[in-house]
């Protein structure tokens, strides 16, 4: 008990449920991916056609949102494995885990403010990396399969 009386809680992360899994990473990551290919895919209309402009516009415009808001989501779920999941002991195991995190979150950023097939592919391949390691982590394998 504090001085107020109240009751105080240890946790050793921000949510003491202890349930953590980088599937939400992935499925943002695929997203991202997904909405990066059909940005690239789209094509303008001729010149002139007012209804055809106005659809490509307004699919661009979606298409960008999404792909930023899911990349964003990824950013939010890997710094919560990386903060709150990962801690000194794992770096025996994983050395190169910072830099994989540091690495993943500014590919997380870059896909944000750009339409990169490359950065879109190499997050995939980040996040991916990050499934090793946790799930090696806890001792267990766990296959890597993607909705797409």
Same mark, same amino acid.
């Given at each position: ?24 990473? =992935?499925?943002?990551? $695929? ?30 415009? =979606? ?9 964003? &989501?990824? &950013? ?10 990962? &801690? ?32 879109? $592919? ?27």
């Amino acid at each position: 008990m504090n001085s107020s009386n109240d009751p105080i809680a240890h946790a050793h992360c921000d949510g003491p449920c202890g349930v953590y899994d980088p599937a939400a990473a =992935r499925i943002n990551a $695929e997203a991202v991916l997904s909405m990066t290919k059909k940005l690239l895919a789209l094509e303008m209309p001729e010149a002139g056609d007012k209804e055809g402009m106005t659809h490509y516009l307004h699919t661009f415009t =979606r298409y960008t949102q999404i792909k930023e808001e899911q990349a964003q &989501k990824c &950013k939010e779920e890997l710094l919560i494995l990386w903060t709150d999941y990962f &801690k000194n002991i794992h770096l025996e195991e994983f050395p190169e885990l910072h830099d994989t995190f540091w690495k993943a979150a500014k590919l997380c950023s870059s896909c944000k403010v750009e339409v990169s097939l490359e950065h879109a $592919e190499e997050l995939m391949k980040t996040v991916k990396n990050v499934h090793i390691m946790f799930w090696k982590s806890k001792g267990k394998e766990a296959a890597w399969m993607t909705a797409s």
